[in-house]
């Protein structure tokens, strides 16, 4: 079977005594991809990772890897190696020893050890480094030892597990680049499993978004933040402004404030939906300003404002409605002050109806 | 903020009592101990009244068949219940920190006894035991079971396997549990596992467990003086014995000798621990 996904989950559920971790899943992973499990902690995503890499069972369905099911066999058995979120490095031996170990593991030869952990190490720049302990790193090249511990075996399939959640911002970004570069240059399957939706948008060719540990939709990081298909996706990606609606008809819709806007959204009049606007999306203007065509407009006042640096965040409140604004800073740009009035409008196909 | 510990470091008055506290605790704790050796070179034979110094008392010593067979005693007692308490105590430990089973939390609080129970119960309850214990081998097999080095060894082992368990379990309870997890996930089986991270990761607990059950058993009069038989007696029992005979400075050199051999048992375990730190 060439078409095999490197992983499928087929209706994959776990539960701990009576807590769902995770809940009939069904997830195609294709080989070669960059893939990404992002949700809010205890959503189930580590739990699914560790179901992939044999560290637990499934209480029902079936996880199969490049089309070979795994049933019970145990993490020593299975083709594919994982990078902790503690990095889980032996402390008593040293960089070279860690990222031997694995192939030692498999009864491999001397040089051929010799050889590959050199690669391994050369790859993620620590060759030089071989006779540290791990605590004589810093976090950063720790994280690397832990890659390269994994990666020096060839999996088929990489997991994972936030692996940079411990690292700071700066070298986490760093990071990001140089994993995505690294999954392309190696072109082995990568499963990351993270909470952080910039970092999930960053690198991944794909993401799934769990949630209470069902897996709520899957899409390039395009589609995920463009065309979110619930409330709980349209929140955990990126900013947004949720608001609760009436379909008219005739591409208008009431919102909960009674104000008649126009959306593209086909469903019969009378449906109750849920409407997605991103801060970015909308515009703020003084009062009288002419607004451009095919825009909605709302009546407003500014309620809270936050300055960004690279943008201002405003709080706008139209009747019983209240949407945060996201306005880019640029010279000669006007500002507006709490409790002045101001029109906030957007384009019509702007707003993503995420629930019928 | 001038500095660490700045702010709370004693001073004046307040530092001088407590180093005068920590002399006084010093000398209660050495003096004797320096006092025991300093008589186990007199001359005289009353204890208490310094004459010259002399070597002879550790002649005596030496050339003392009794002493010597207790020290035999105490050392194949020693051994054996060491080993046998480090390898059970260890087993308990990693079950009770690694593995839920049903009856885990009562197991639990049952492990500590040994250590609470007082030294005479458990002696009288280990010599009723081995005395039951022999009267069923007997009715069984027609084996005599008589007390010796074996109720010994056994009544060590008993107390030993609590303290091994505890020191142990606390040296797990550090180690994070996904390196287990990242061996498995490197090929290693269950087994490998163990004996490559596992094992090396938990070894300064498991060298701390066997040097305090070798420092318990070595020391312990009250158990042993009960599951004793004849030709049986061990070295503390044995200068327990003298001195009911009275003191003489005989006693001061075999104790001035238990007390070297057991600080060399020490410092080699402390530098034992340094070299695997430093390497």
């Given at each position: 079977m060439t078409d095999a996904a490197a992983v499928r989950l087929a209706g994959v559920s776990k539960r701990f005594d009576d807590v769902t971790a995770v809940d009939s899943v069904d997830l195609s992973i294709h080989d070669?991809?960059?893939?990404?499990?992002?949700?809010?902690?205890?959503?189930?995503?580590?739990?699914?990772?560790?179901?992939?890499?044999?560290l637990e069972f499934p209480t029902a369905g079936q996880v199969s890897i490049f089309g070979e099911s795994m049933g019970l066999r145990p993490p020593n058995k299975r083709p594919v190696n994982t990078v902790f979120q503690s990095y889980a490095l032996f402390p008593h031996m040293t960089v070279r020893d860690n990222v031997a170990f694995g192939l030692q593991m498999q009864r491999l030869d001397r040089d051929e050890i010799r050889d590959r952990v050199a690669q391994a190490l050369a790859l993620v720049q620590l060759t030089g480094r071989?006779?540290?302990?791990?605590?004589?790193?810093?976090?950063?090249?720790?994280?690397?030892?832990?890659?390269?511990?994994?990666?020096?075996?060839?999996?088929?399939?990489?997991?994972?597990?936030?692996?940079?959640?411990?690292?700071?911002?700066?070298?986490?970004?760093?990071?990001?680049?140089?994993?995505?570069?690294?999954?392309?240059?190696?072109?082995i399957t990568f499963v990351y499993v993270t909470h952080d939706q910039e970092e999930a948008l960053t690198m991944s060719d794909r993401i799934g978004v769990m949630d209470a540990g069902r897996l709520l939709q899957v899409g390039t990081p395009e589609e995920i933040y463009e065309r979110p298909t619930s409330p709980m996706v349209a929140q955990f990606i990126g900013d947004t402004n949720l608001l609760t609606a009436t379909v008219k008809g005739d591409g208008q819709i009431e919102l909960a404030g009674g104000q008649i806007v126009a959306a593209d959204i086909a469903a019969t009049p009378g449906t109750e939906t849920v409407l997605t606007l991103r801060p970015e999306h909308l515009q703020i203007v003084a009062p009288d300003d002419p607004i451009s065509d095919g825009h909605n407009a709302l009546d407003g006042t500014v309620t809270r404002r936050v300055y960004l640096g690279n943008a201002v965040s405003y709080d706008i409140v139209a009747g019983d409605v209240t949407l945060r604004v996201r306005a880019r800073n640029a010279p000669g740009r006007r500002q507006y002050d709490v409790d002045e009035p101001v029109q906030v409008h957007w384009a019509r196909d702007a707003a993503i109806a995420v629930q019928r | 903020m001038t500095g660490p510990g700045s702010t709370v470091e004693p001073r004046g008055a307040a530092r001088r009592l407590l180093a005068a506290n920590a002399w006084l605790v010093y000398a209660f704790f050495y003096a004797p101990i320096l006092v025991l050796i300093a008589l186990s070179?007199?001359?005289?034979?009353?204890?208490?009244?310094?004459?010259?110094?002399?070597?002879?008392?550790?002649?005596?010593?030496?050339?003392?068949?009794a002493v010597l067979r207790a020290i035999r005693n105490s050392l194949i007692v020693a051994a054996m219940s060491t080993v046998l308490a480090t390898?059970?105590?260890?087993?308990?430990?990693?079950?009770?920190?690694?593995?839920?089973?049903?009856?885990?939390?009562?197991?639990?609080?049952?492990?500590?006894?040994?250590?609470?129970?007082?030294?005479v119960t458990m002696a009288v309850?280990?010599?009723?035991?081995?005395?039951?214990?022999?009267?069923?081998?007997?009715?069984?097999?027609?084996?005599?079971?008589?007390?010796?080095?074996?109720?010994?060894?056994?009544?060590?082992?008993?107390?030993?396997?609590?303290?091994?368990?505890?020191?142990?379990?606390?040296?797990?309870?550090?180690?994070?549990?996904?390196?287990?997890?990242a061996a498995a996930d490197l090929y290693a089986s269950r087994w490998q596992a163990f004996r490559r991270v596992t094992l090396p990761q938990m070894a300064p607990g498991v060298l701390g467990g066997a040097l305090l059950a070798l420092t318990l058993s070595l020391d312990d009069v009250v158990i042993t003086s009960f599951v004793?038989?004849?030709?049986?007696?061990?070295?503390?029992?044995?200068?327990?014995?003298?001195?009911?005979?009275?003191?003489t400075p005989l006693i001061n050199a075999v104790s001035t000798a238990m007390l070297v051999a057991s600080m060399v048992l020490v410092l080699a375990s402390v530098l034992l621990q340094r070299r695997r730190e430093l390497s």
């Open positions: 070669g991809e960059f893939f990404s499990l992002l949700g809010p902690s205890g959503c189930g995503k580590t739990t699914t990772l560790r179901m992939v890499a044999g071989e006779k540290r302990r791990p605590n004589q790193l810093s976090g950063g090249q720790q994280q690397r030892v832990a890659l390269a511990r994994a990666l020096v075996n060839q999996p088929k399939v990489l997991l994972l597990d936030e692996p940079l959640g411990a690292l700071d911002l700066k070298l986490r970004q760093a990071m990001q680049l140089e994993l995505k570069d690294l999954q392309s240059r190696v072109g | 070179f007199n001359e005289n034979r009353l204890v208490g009244v310094w004459r010259g110094f002399t070597f002879d008392w550790y002649g005596q010593m030496l050339s003392n068949g390898v059970l105590g260890t087993a308990a430990a990693l079950s009770l920190e690694r593995f839920r089973f049903r009856g885990r939390q009562a197991f639990d609080a049952l492990l500590y006894l040994p250590v609470i129970v007082p030294d309850m280990l010599l009723l035991f081995f005395v039951r214990a022999a009267d069923a081998m007997f009715v069984v097999s027609g084996a005599q079971v008589r007390l010796g080095l074996t109720t010994i060894t056994l009544s060590h082992v008993a107390f030993n396997i609590s303290f091994v368990a505890i020191v142990v379990r606390a040296r797990l309870a550090g180690m994070d549990p996904t390196l287990e997890e004793s038989g004849p030709g049986s007696t061990t070295l503390p029992v044995y200068v327990f014995g003298l001195v009911r005979r009275g003191v």
